[in-house]
DNA sequence: AGCTAAACTTAGAACTAGATTT
DNA sequence: AAATCTAGTTCTAAGTTTAGCT
């Protein structure tokens, strides 16, 4: 592949879009990566520039790029932050448009190779080529690829028992039954009983209506439920499946054992625990389940008036229940940026106004006047008060929580348990959203049964409102969806479901899928960049623009950006960049984008683009004027019907799903051997998932205690220094400090520790004294062993801390604004980090947590899976 | 071809529980 | 036992994509 030496860095910075070679190679190299590898080390032979100018610029991001890398040998200092510009993350809200955080990212480009040289190659087939063993056609230009094995089931060779049989899973009915019985009893339901009740009370005033309303037709299907039972056995998995319960055996590591523990516990219920639906064939996959029982939705308990006085005008005003619940969503929020929103309080006031009734309205004129700061105070107490519950009463919470999620955390899905994501209805209050929202502040009401549509098995018993009086608004039995209930959300009209949670077959089947397809991208790439570089120098407007978007989804990982309205926050994408989110410098051929995508997330950068896009982009930007689309020319679905027709399934998601993987991979083969225990090891992972962070622009406000916190590192190393000063001192050296300084500050560290010793004291023992016994265990830790052999492993060891110190303070610089969490659940095919984990020896379950652990039980493959 | 509705994935912040320190 | 800190979970907003209609 590359040539060593120069090239490398290269490699490894640029992300392969040139088709070049294949990267299958990568793994061996390793040499220099070990600084690139880290951060930005590498990307900068050649793009540099970008990299600087983010810098220097802003500063937040790149700060990063300092030093990362080192590994945890080399020393950190340089680390020194750099920081500097506030980061602001999301932007106030009054001030529009700095936002401020710095998405780093760099790139680099490669861009000239791919142009040239590579191109011919480019089909690609290079790449994949190489990419293993299985595939053994390599270039295909679409249609699938026989990507290892992996597809299907994905056997892998070594074997742990092939095991795919099919045997018609026999499920136990009775389990099914069971659950069902349970919920027949409903009453069960008692909690959620009472409060709907006392629930509707509060309503009262809509609910009149629907009271009257005895059930509602809803249909045919549900009576017959007691039929049902049998069906669900009978079906089930007709496919293949081994049963289960049991035994499998071997792989799966962590989760298996997670389960055994349960099982240990309960004993009763294993059953479906062990379900391995990734060995079993795939079937028809616009069917989405033969059968599916559950107990429907939970909905918030009523509103509890509280009686606490609001002020109008510095007088009390009484306020009903109804509009006593719209100021205390007000309430909460008085002491938080949402207040300082201008139509966060405008819509929240339109809203208040909107419950007061005639005489209210001739009194309350404006927000200024209203006072809610007694419900403010009542409503802090209250947390407090939850706060401070005992253990026994949190045990309790817990235990009846428990019991809730058993009945409505779980449905039958085909004869097996699965767990559902989100059984709560969300409780009303006002709606935030994100960045500058126009809605802001606007209530989200209450939803009724009424609102909510049941997706249940047409066999099944329909689980009983649990609000009386108010029925479903409607059960159907489509098992084209997999949703298990929806209902409107009031601000925006959207739409609202009740999912299974991701560790269930159904999710997990499509996950799988994303990350398949995915992977058949890997085999087209190559002519899919080569025919979108061809766009770009085409007379055709739109097949111009086509080209060049598609270069900044793929190379730098764009959303494609749909058309949104005037009610949303102004975000935009790929497609919808306006000519005010783009600025060209010709004589370096960057370009830096700066404009808020999704979540209102502030997306920065300068990059060095290839020339030959760069060209093109200017053409297209070209006589067009602020607030203009850069991209004119150009559909979301346009761009989603040209993918399409080059390889099935593709879409622009498709590309993030895939960059993001392959740099994991491409970034993790980078790993040296400098890296030596589990936690170094950890500690590379994290910073390869970092440059995916990165480029995927994936951030996170910076914690608001951050440069408390470093500012305790630092004091501590200082204190650490002057430790070890005084070593050298009585060893003869010259300390770092001066002698009076160092005198000085461990005066006032004494001082402190007496001080808050006594603060602390004086609650159960008044009066004693403590300052004779913080002063003598405070020279105690100083004490300064005789011996220069002494005095030198000392000073050692103080050096060993500082180091420590000094990378843990990296390491919070470093991430400090990059989320590595999103990443890791949605775009990195976790088959990379188990493989990995396995190769170099690091258990799976450091990296992954429990719940990402059960969303991905069919990611066991062994070390040389490739992406 | 374009539009809207519907379904599903992706996202950061808020919240919580557990670990660690004081 | 309380205070912090942190990792992980929950929440729900905000995207993308697809399906169906005019």
Redesign the pocket.
């Known amino acids: 592949m590359e040539i060593d030496s120069t090239d490398l860095p290269i490699t490894n910075g640029k992300r392969e879009l040139g088709l070049e070679e294949n990267n299958s190679s990568n793994k061996k190299l390793k040499s220099e990566n070990g600084n690139s590898s880290n951060g930005n080390g590498n990307k900068d032979v050649t793009m540099t520039t970008a990299s600087m100018n983010v810098s220097s610029t802003t500063t937040t991001t790149t700060t990063v790029k300092s030093e990362p890398g080192l590994p945890p040998t080399s020393s950190p200092t340089s680390t020194t932050p750099k920081k500097a510009s506030p980061i602001v ?2 932007e106030s809200t009054s001030t529009p448009t700095p936002p401020t955080r710095k998405p780093a990212v760099k790139k680099q480009e490669s861009s000239s190779e791919d142009s040239d040289s590579s191109d011919s190659s480019s089909d690609s087939s290079s790449e994949e080529s190489s990419s293993e063993d299985d595939s053994s056609e390599d270039e295909k230009p679409n249609k699938k690829r026989p990507a290892p094995s992996v597809s299907k089931a994905a056997p892998k060779k070594p074997a742990p028992s092939p095991a795919k049989k099919k045997l018609a899973a026999k499920k136990k009915v009775d389990s099914s039954s069971d659950s069902d019985s349970s919920s027949s009893d409903s009453d069960s339901s008692s909690d959620s009983d009472s409060d709907s009740s006392s629930d509707s009370s509060s309503s009262d005033s809509d609910s009149s209506s629907d009271s009257d309303k005895p059930k509602k037709p809803v249909t045919k299907v549900t009576k017959k439920a007691a039929a049902t039972k049998k069906t669900t056995t009978t079906t089930t998995t007709a496919a293949k499946g081994t049963s289960t319960k049991t035994t499998t055996t071997k792989t799966t590591t962590v989760k298996k054992e997670v389960k055994t523990e349960k099982k240990k516990k309960k004993g009763e219920e294993e059953e479906e625990e062990e379900y391995r639906w990734w060995e079993e064939e795939e079937g028809d996959d616009s069917i ?1 389940w033969k059968t599916l029982s559950h107990h429907g939705p939970i909905f918030p308990p009523a509103y509890q008036p509280h009686g606490i006085k609001f002020l109008y005008d510095g007088k009390p005003l009484a306020l009903n229940p109804e509009q006593e619940e719209v100021a205390t969503f007000y309430a909460q929020y008085l002491e938080t940026d949402h207040v300082k929103k201008a139509d966060f309080r405008k819509n929240f006031f339109e809203e208040f106004l909107g419950v007061l009734d005639k005489n209210q309205k001739k009194i309350v004129k404006t927000l200024e006047k209203c006072d809610f700061s007694h419900i403010n105070e009542y409503l802090k107490n209250k947390k407090e008060v939850r706060k401070s519950r005992t253990k026994e009463e ?1 045990d309790k919470e ?1 235990k009846e929580k428990k019991v809730i999620q058993d009945k409505y955390g779980f449905a039958m899905v085909d004869g097996h348990k699965q767990k559902v ?2 059984y ?1 209805i ?2 009303p ?1 006002l ?5 500058a ?1 126009p809605k802001t502040g606007k209530m ?1 009401s209450r939803i009724y049964p009424s609102d909510v549509t049941i997706n249940i098995g047409e066999d099944e018993e329909v689980p009983p409102s649990p609000i009386p009086g108010h029925d479903w608004k409607e059960v159907i039995h ?1 098992n ?4 298990l209930a ?1 209902w409107r ?1 009031s ?2 009209g ?4 009740v ?1 299974l949670a991701p560790s269930s077959k159904i ?1 997990g089947i ?2 799988r899928k ?1 990350f398949e397809t995915a992977r058949e991208l890997k085999n087209t790439i190559g002519k899919i960049r080569k025919a979108y570089k061809a766009n770009w120098t085409s007379d055709d407007n739109h097949t111009k623009q086509l080209g060049v978007a598609l270069y900044l989804i793929d190379f730098l990982a764009l ?4 058309e ?1 309205g005037e009610d ?2 102004d ?1 935009v ?1 790929c497609c919808s960049l306006r000519i005010e989110h783009i600025k060209f410098d010709s004589k370096k051929q960057t370009i830096t984008l700066d404009f808020l ?5 502030r997306y920065f950068n300068t990059v060095e683009i290839n020339p030959g896009a760069y060209k093109a982009l200017t053409e297209i930007a070209k006589g067009k004027k602020k607030g203009e689309a850069l991209f004119d020319d150009l ?4 761009l ?1 019907n040209h993918l ?1 027709k080059q390889m099935t ?1 593709l ?4 590309f ?2 895939y960059n993001a993987s392959i740099t994991l991979q491409n970034e993790l083969a980078k790993m040296t051997d400098e890296y030596e225990t589990v936690e170094e090891k950890i500690l590379f992972y994290n910073r390869c998932n970092r440059e995916v962070a990165i480029l ?6 910076p ?1 608001k ?1 951050l440069a ?2 470093l500012g ?1 590192i630092d004091d501590r190393i200082l204190e650490l220094n002057d430790l070890k000063d005084l070593c050298r001192i009585k060893l003869g050296k010259t300390p770092n400090s001066k002698q009076k300084d160092i005198k000085e500050r461990e005066e006032e560290r004494l001082k402190k520790l007496i001080a ?1 010793a006594i603060e602390k004291k004086d609650k159960d023992t008044k009066d004693k004294d403590v300052s004779d016994d913080v002063k003598a265990s405070f020279n105690r830790s100083r004490s300064i062993p005789d011996g220069d052999d002494k005095l030198k492993k000392k000073i050692e060891k103080y050096e060993e801390q500082i180091k420590k110190l000094e990378i843990q303070k990296t390491g919070k610089d470093e991430l400090k604004t990059v ?1 590595l ?3 890791k ?3 990195l095919d976790p088959r990379i980090t188990v493989a990995w984990c396995k190769k170099v020896g690091v258990p799976v379950e450091k990296i992954f ?4 652990r059960d969303k991905f039980p069919w990611s066991d493959v062994d070390s040389e899976y490739e992406f």
Request: with cysteine; proline share 2%.
């Open positions: 993350k999301k989405k949190k817990t994501g989100n709560n969300e409780p209050g709606f935030l959203g994100r960045g929202h989200k489509n084209k969806v997999t949703w929806f959300e601000v925006n959207g739409f609202k479901y999912w999710k499509a996950d994303k959303r494609v950006g749909n949104k949303q926050a975000t994408g995508g999704k979540d209102s997330m559909t979301v679905t346009q989603n399409k399934g879409s622009a998601k498709v993030r799903t995927c622009n994936h951030q996170k406000a914690p205690n408390e916190v305790k808050t989320a969490g999103t990443s659940i949605n775009y947590s429990k719940s990402l």
